[in-house]
């Protein structure tokens, strides 16, 4: 359920790219500065989004860091990386993330990779959820509430896309402050997107496995291409009108291609692969 938040990389320029890039090296530089090596494999475009919009609506609240070092996925050739305040918020949350999904599909498929990740970031997230007990909190609740819903074959895409909504709704709630009803409403709207997101994409997959998903009595549903076309609409352009309710300078174009273009990329793929089957 990661990696859908991820920028267009055609529509960027070789300078927005290299700003992209810095921000995704800062936060896996401060994962393993934080949490070891184990922690960087957390890694996502997911919190590289968030810890992006954090550092521009908090800009100069914080120290910003930047630097150019070899790491252990580029030994050879330096990167350049950046980060600031909101940074290490945004890694301790990627492992906590990370650790209890992998929880879930220990407890749920006794996935053997799930139970690794799950030993693994075990100690990391327990040094996460002191900084953020809040954070941490909802993650296991509305991933134990998800779980529920799924074991009951829900198809109530509200209720089971709003457990992932809630979540993701307080973890942009970094600081409680006057711009958490903006930052709330991003990232419930956002989690949903990418809940339904990744059902829309598994779908058959999952059918061929005899697997859930709330999706599986829609898809059969006369209109079904155009209705999940106008809640995925509906719910970036939620996600649009809070943005630009924040005071964002530094970035703003990264994050606007983000979210009016690159959160779009593995819809339209997924889109232009049926139509080439269907050819």
Not at 164 to 174: R, T, W
Request: a negative charge; hydrophobic letters at 35%; one cysteine or more.
């Amino acid at each position: 359920m990661f990696g859908y938040v991820i920028p267009n990389q055609a529509a960027l320029s070789p300078e927005a790219q290299a700003r992209y890039r810095a921000a995704y090296c800062g936060l896996c530089r401060r994962i393993g500065a934080l949490h070891g090596t184990r922690g960087r494999l957390t890694l996502s475009y997911d919190l590289t989004f968030l810890d992006l919009l954090l550092c521009s609506l908090y800009e100069g609240e914080s120290a910003c860091v930047t630097g150019c070092d070899h790491c252990p996925i580029h030994p050879i050739r330096k990167v350049e990386w950046r980060s600031s305040g909101p940074t290490d918020y945004c890694a301790d949350l990627s492992v906590a993330l990370h650790y209890y999904n992998a929880q879930d599909k220990w407890n749920d498929d006794h996935s053997l990779l799930g139970l690794g990740f799950e030993k693994m970031l075990a100690a990391p997230t327990q040094q996460a959820a002191a900084r953020w007990p809040r954070q941490c909190s909802a993650i296991r609740t509305c991933l134990d509430r998800l779980a529920r819903y799924e074991a009951e074959g829900s198809e109530d895409l509200d209720a089971v896309s709003g457990c992932f909504g809630e979540l993701m709704a307080e973890l942009f709630d970094y600081r409680q402050d006057h711009w958490s009803p903006e930052l709330r409403n991003i990232g419930f709207n956002l989690g949903k997107y990418i809940y339904l997101l990744d059902a829309y994409d598994d779908l058959a997959r999952d059918e061929r496995k005899g697997a859930y998903n709330p999706l599986r009595t829609l898809s059969r549903e006369p209109g079904y291409e155009e209705e999940m076309r106008e809640i995925f609409e509906l719910l970036l352009a939620n996600c649009a009108r809070s943005f630009e309710r924040l005071p964002c300078v530094e970035n703003v174009d990264l994050l606007r291609n983000i979210l009016y273009s690159g959160v779009w990329l593995k819809y339209h793929c997924k889109n232009a692969k049926k139509k080439d089957k269907t050819a």
